[in-house]
């Protein structure tokens, strides 16, 4: 758990969404929508969280959470087109006569598979980062969808295409994944809400589901309802069977079929000899990193692999 600093989370959370009539409060399995973004705020910055709404349901569903909403959100700054820095700013001014806050933390309502760890690896990235002005979360853009690869439809009815490329040349590129978590420093986004400095925070695909449009909605409720859900003496089992020390010793004694042949010899290289210290990078076939690091990004941060 991220020890508290001067943050302040922000839900913003306003009526009359037009692609799926009140959003916020729509039933997605056993919860409204919302609720899912009220349910993992980490418990060190409960007080400190506020949702920015002009809708009476949503506050009465926040009460009941223990967040903060007492700030009426006014109807200037409830429209489709206010900026999410005229949101920021609304909100500054009316908490200035009563507290300062040093980070505005964003959490849109509409991203129901983010969790607290999330939030507390974010927070952690950026107050580690001394210069930075932001923090956004992304996701990594598929290769078949980057601009090298993009193509262009001319008069005639055919195809532009660009120059192939071999894909370890292509560049990475990153999209913002709906605002599933925002940080950002006081007061930049008087000037510009991300500033200059922006620290990317990588996300996966579950993670990062942003729910805007029916279709959204429709794969929430696919993924809601199958998720597979671990009972906590069958989840101890599994953290006891795999413990470092356990598996270290199975693999000294047996070895293990599925560990990978390195790239400087022919034999098996064990994965479980060096612990946190494990330099995978220099072991493994630069394409498998690659596509490792892509698959458990946000399990890497988490154990210092990155």
Known sequence: MIKKKNFAILIPARKGSKTIKNKNII??????LI???????PKNLLKDTYVVSNDERVKKIAKKYKINNSYIRPNDLSRDNTSLGDTIFGFDNWINAKKKYDFYLILQPTSPFRKSYHIDLALKKILNDKIADSLVSCVEVPHNFTPELLM???NDGYLKVKKLFNRQKKKLYFARNGAAIYIIKHPVFYKNVFGKNVLPFLMDFKSSIDVN???DLKLAR????????????KAKKIIQECKFDKLQRLEKINGFREAMI??????????????????????????LVHEMNNLYRVELEKYNYE
């Open 213 to 215: 449009t029916l279709e």
């Open 222 to 233: 696919i993924i809601s309802k199958y998720e597979k859900k671990f009972d906590d003496e």
């Open 152 to 154: 262009t439809k001319k």
């Open 27 to 32: 039933r997605l399995g056993k919860k409204k």
């Open 35 to 41: 609720e899912y973004t009220f349910s993992e705020i």
């Open 262 to 287: 390195g790239k400087n010899n022919n034999e098996r290289l064990r994965f479980f000899n060096l612990g946190s210290d494990n330099d995978y990078k220099k072991l493994l076939d630069g394409d």
